[in-house]
């Protein structure tokens, strides 16, 4: 009838898995390269310290894909896009998709959410998604970390065979690696994330150097995500590093942390920090 207002209908399950996987395909696109400058930087020097080589091929995120550029062309720097894609796919799916279904659970069917609650749905469907998207994260990073080989080979022809290869020679495991790790990191995103851009905020609003418009709540992002890649930095490094390892090469997570501390020193955990925070 004419002057009856719409009524607004939530969107199904479905149509927020594929948005928010789509949203962030979307992201990664241009994302992508800073991502892969961020890998090489992470994993500099691991090989250099056991040959006992200390020369640096990478300055910086900028300076890495301009290096890369020139010595391996601009499509490397969209190596394992097709992973990364379908971990977006797969991550962002779970992530996002079921955030409010775990924040109602959290709740008891609830309207009102306090920041403990959104931090344990935050962390749990963070959790859910690192677990299911693991596979093409393994592969994402082994295929960013895959530079140009003296004889032009290649640690892997596609992704299909990158999948087909970790699993025959590592196993289902292998497919996993580094799996508590990510969930780390990702806990400690969420978390530091929420609350210090919350604090950040409100300590602005306290002392008056902003107004609550649009400024004030960049600001208070831009502090936060500053704030989160400090602490979440090292984490991230010990992830790449322990995901893109080769059979024996570390034991576990913390062994990577301990070999990495003692051959690199404490300025290891923060390689690649800069891509970090830009991603």
Known sequence: MVGMKPIDVAPSAAVKFFGAGTAGCIADLVTFPLDTAKVRLQIQGESQVEHGVRAVKYRGVFGTITTMVHTEGPRSLYNGLVAGLQR????????IG???SMKQF???????????????????????????AQPTDVVKVRFQAQGRMA?????????????????RDEGMRGLWKGCIPNITRNAIVNCAELVTYDVIKELILKYDLMTDNLPCHFTAAFGAGFCTTVVASPVDVIKTRFMNSGMGQYSNAIHC?????RNEGPTAFYKGYAGTFQC
Do not use: H, P, W
């Open 106 to 132: 959290y709740t008891r069917g609830s309207e009102s959410a306090g920041i403990v609650t959104r931090l344990m749905a935050g962390c749990t469907t963070g959790a859910m998604a690192v677990a299911f």
């Open 88 to 95: 977006q796919m797969s991550f962002a799916s779970v992530r």
């Open 257 to 261: 942390a301990l070999m990495m501390l």
């Open 98 to 100: 079921l955030y409010d």
């Open 151 to 167: 004889d032009d080979g290649k640690r892997y022809n596609s992704t299909i065979d990158a999948y087909r290869t970790i699993a």
